[in-house]
């Protein structure tokens, strides 16, 4: 994966709604736009790095790019689950991402329950991986700092 780290940025869509109904999990979701300008090397899977809502704290995260096999999505979708509770929705805010690190590919799975069980395993990998020194630096860095008032797209 040579465009790792990949940095990302972009305004918080509405998704299908399952993150946090179904799995209890929220994700933050990019727009079409957005995902369609993921260089094409990335390939589909769960991934780990930092993520920042506005200009507000920096987070571990982990994410999904891919078509979630278990809901036979037709399009493509990143999806960010930021380790971190907020106390509401972010819609509209643009989120600042830095992918770091490869943790398996997407797959199907014969239930929610096996799918929440993954995610909760992708999540304590994210959170094992994140505390590396190497990759500590990166929640540092100045992408996360956007400037005031200045509206980005993508990069």
């Not at 999904?64 to 979708?77: A, L, Q, R, T, V």
Request: one cysteine or more.
């Amino acid at each position: 994966m040579r465009h790792l780290p990949y940095f990302c940025r972009g305004e918080v869509v509405k998704g299908f709604g399952r993150g946090s109904k179904e799995l209890g999990i929220p994700t933050a979701n990019f727009s079409e736009q957005v995902v369609e300008s993921f260089p094409s090397d990335i390939s589909t899977g769960i991934y780990y790095g930092w993520a920042c809502v506005g200009n507000g704290d920096v987070h571990k995260m982990v994410l999904s790019i891919g078509w979630n096999p278990f809901y036979k999505n037709f399009k493509k979708s990143v999806e960010t689950h930021i380790i971190h509770t907020f106390k509401e929705d972010f819609y509209g805010e643009i989120l600042s991402i830095v992918i770091i690190g490869y943790i398996r590919p997407e797959k199907n799975f014969d239930s929610l329950e096996a799918l929440i069980s993954a995610i909760q395993e992708d999540i304590e990998e994210a959170k094992r991986q994140l505390d590396l020194p190497e990759h500590l630096k990166l929640k540092e860095d100045n992408f996360f700092h956007l400037p005031e008032g200045k509206i980005v797209n993508n990069h």
